[in-house]
């Protein structure tokens, strides 16, 4: 696993805090309680590496985890969405923020995007995958807590929603299930992220 000795390295509210432009980065989006910091948790073999993205007050944040030996790679915590308990000013400074970091981040080469497989494709994740597609990004849906269904519902679930974002958006998106709890998917997750970043 690529990802075993990932750690926090910074988190960043403004552009001028990112780090250096020139390497390889995923960002992972997904609505609070999804299950986004369980996943990172999981890929990454780690049982509290996301917990610093969750504290209440600092959400609205690109949090960066970085993983020895490998260079100028990161995983990039967006903040969770679909709570409206953000301050007005404050969500369009962070919509401005995501919107020029989409836009301009050379390193960014995908998305990944947290879904519960209860209730896949709310609008916001609907946005956020257009958004990377738009930005010529793919972008990986994980169907997490896929353990919370049995097979044949999960396999159902997954069909579908592969149908509609093939529809939508052809071979730039990918999706599959995942369980952060039973490790679901979890080969296959690394193996979408690590290919990504060429590892
Ligand atoms: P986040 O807000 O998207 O970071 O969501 P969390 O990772 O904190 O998870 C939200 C809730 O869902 C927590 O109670 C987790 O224990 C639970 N959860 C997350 N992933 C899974 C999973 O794969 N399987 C099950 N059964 N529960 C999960």
Redesign the pocket.
């Known amino acids: 696993n690529p990802f075993a000795r990932a750690k926090y390295l910074l988190a960043a509210h403004t552009p001028q805090q990112l780090p250096a432009d020139g390497g390889y980065e995923v960002a992972f989006a997904?609505r609070?309680?999804?299950?986004?910091?369980?996943?990172l948790n999981a890929l990454c073999q780690q049982n509290a590496l996301?917990r610093v993205s969750?504290t209440p007050g600092r959400t609205q944040q690109l949090v960066f985890f970085d993983f020895p030996p490998y260079d100028n790679r990161f995983l990039v915590d967006l903040p969770?969405y679909g709570y409206a308990k953000v301050p007005r000013d404050l969500k369009a400074h962070w919509q401005a923020f995501l919107a020029q970091y989409f836009r301009e981040r050379q390193a960014l080469k995908g998305l990944v995007v947290?879904m519960d497989i209860r209730h896949p494709l709310k609008e916001y994740d609907r946005q956020m995958i257009a958004f990377a597609v738009e930005h010529g990004m793919p972008a990986h849906a994980l169907l997490?807590?896929a353990?919370?269904l049995g097979r044949g519902a999960a396999g159902n679930t997954l069909q579908a929603v592969r149908k509609e974002l093939l529809a939508l958006h052809g071979d730039k998106v990918s999706v599959q299930t995942?369980?952060?709890?039973t490790n679901i998917g979890i080969d296959e997750a690394r193996g979408v992220i690590a290919g990504w970043m060429e590892i």
């Open positions: 997904g609070s309680n999804a299950g986004k910091s369980s996943a996301a969750k969770g947290v997490t807590k353990d919370k995942f369980s952060g709890e």
